[in-house]
């Protein structure tokens, strides 16, 4: 009798060699951290006694000794079976080794940067200056940094893979760490121009506190330098290199610009109409708000230019984010506005607390409101269906959707301290008082809510009336491009198709040959300057689909303004291709 032939089941190759790259690299990345806070604690204890290691202590000693020669030795070997595979091309792109080297060599960064800045400012110091440690990590963590440097940039062995994501955590930790810095130190000098000398000055000259930020403001300032300019962060052009500019360079430095202002603003008000505090207190939060808003609109300045040479969805990602913060800004000063006229209602006797919070939310009021006038326009809103940029949608739902959120939760708040009122706990006071800041954050957000969930219907009106065939069709277009990739940017012109023509799938595909134009092929032209805009092209577009029924329409798109719609009927049953 014959036994069926036994059948073994393997693992994908594929699936096999990804968790062989995550074990070892995990590995490796604990034993590399392991080994390198050994040999730290031992310079350290080297620092500390000069001559002799076992000083009273030699248990402390054991933990530092068992990290270097167990752990380094392992790192070793398992770095060097690792570095020997990376021959191959297919194991330097893999997403583990580009993981690995981007984790460490952000790690070793950010640890031998702040260990170096605190050697260099502990000599700026009338206490005892504690220099060893911050020594011995800045030479082991600083080594860590120029040896996964060296393989990044290896001549035989490069790892280009994940190269924008190391560049730019780079760039992104100098500019905050420099920009913090920077505003601490400018703090300090205008502090003591404005209120004269802090009571630190007793126990140091009072010029020390600003020195120290100040280098530390130097070391963030050289470490984007570094991966801006010469590690080139400013020319890359991925989705990732945009998001990091824009949240850190627009996003946090429009928080700090218009934070600052709104705190000079308030304090201004106060000197003006309630003076109810010392003013040594109320000076007191007027230099750290100059210095945010100083340095945040220089970083915001810098970085809205660098958007403006980059792609429209950047520009406009740009000018989003900045109307989300003053929008933000705005209308938390309506809701403190609304709860301060509120807590005047209640003790029109008690004035002093309400008209400081009065004051406040004006502040907010007169800081985000002009900024967001200008950055939104609410005059200039589009009027046609071409006129929607994308990302507008997204934008409107999105504020919508938070502004709900937030609305639907006040409003719980304030039923439940209407019933804890009804119910006879009278511990809180009266009704008006236990309700009015949650009614006035109600409605601060009910009038956002309500203003772009208008927009929004307003958007969706003009994209049916202008494209009423559209939805007829399943909502497959092909796009074919005959432009250059770097005259044009084809993805922002398919999803700019996808939005006006209310969410249709839309597949771009770029032509390898010049479509009869007389134009070489794209990879043999020089580089273009910016690319073209796809709002005219948007809008011929939708012209030609207007009238067009069919489940898949073909769109070819050439230079010269020429535009091919070509409508296509579904398979026939069972047709396979």
Known sequence: MTTPAATTTRAPAGGLATLRRLILYVLLFALVVIAASGVSGLLERLFRTASVLVTGDPAGLALPLAFTLIGGPLALLLWWFAWRRLDDAAERTAAGWGLYLSGMYAVSLIIATTSLLNLATSFINTQARQWQSPLANGLVWAAMWLWHRWMWKHPAKPSTHLEDVRTLLGS????????????????????????????????????????????????????????????????????L?????????????????????????????????????????????????????????????????VAAT?????????????????????????????????????????????RTLLLGGISSLVVGGPVWWL???????????????????????????????????????TGYRVFQYLLGDVSGGSLLDRTRAPLGLLVAAGLVAGYHFALWRHDRTLLAAAAPSLRRMTGHVTLVSGYPADTIDVRS???????????????????????????????????????????????????ALNGVAAPHVLVIVGPGGRLDVVPLAVPPPGHQG
Request: proline share 6%; charged share 15%; glycine share 10%.
């Open 375 to 413: 950055a939104w326009q609410p005059r200039q809103q589009p009027r046609t269906a071409g006129e929607i940029p994308p990302g507008r949608r997204i934008y409107l739902v999105a504020f919508f959707g938070v502004s709900a959120v937030v609305a639907l939760i006040t409003l719980l708040v």
């Open 310 to 354: 980059r792609s429209t969805e950047t520009r406009r990602a740009s000018l989003l984010v900045t109307s989300a913060v003053a929008l933000a800004a705005a209308a938390s000063g309506v809701g403190v506005v609304v709860n301060a006229l509120l807590a005047a209602a209640v003790s029109p006797l008690a004035g002093g607390a309400a």
């Open 172 to 239: 992104v930790f100098g500019l905050l760490l420099g920009a913090g810095a920077a505003i601490a130190a400018l703090s300090g000098l205008l502090d003591v121009a404005i209120r004269g000398f802090p009571l630190s000055a007793v126990v140091e000259p009072w010029w020390f506190a600003p020195v120290r930020s100040l280098v530390w403001a130097a070391g963030g300032a050289l470490v984007w330098w570094w991966h801006w300019f010469r590690e080139g962060g400013r020319h890359f052009r991925t989705g």
């Open 493 to 543: 012109l398919a999803r700019g198709i996808a939005d006006a023509t209310g969410g249709a799938r839309v597949t771009a595909w770029l032509r390898a040959d010049d479509g009869g134009t007389g134009l070489p092929p794209s990879s043999a032209l020089a580089p273009a300057s910016p690319a073209a805009q796809p709002d005219e092209i948007i809008q011929q577009v939708m012209a």
């Open 241 to 305: 290199a945009d998001v990091a500019m824009i949240a850190a360079g627009i996003f946090i430095a429009g928080i700090a610009a218009l934070g600052g202002v709104g705190v000079v603003v308030f304090v201004l008000l106060r000197l003006a109409f309630d003076r109810s505090d010392p003013m040594n207190l109320l000076l007191e939060p007027l230099a750290r708000a100059i210095s945010a808003a100083a340095i945040g609109a220089v970083i915001w300045r810098y970085h809205r230019d």
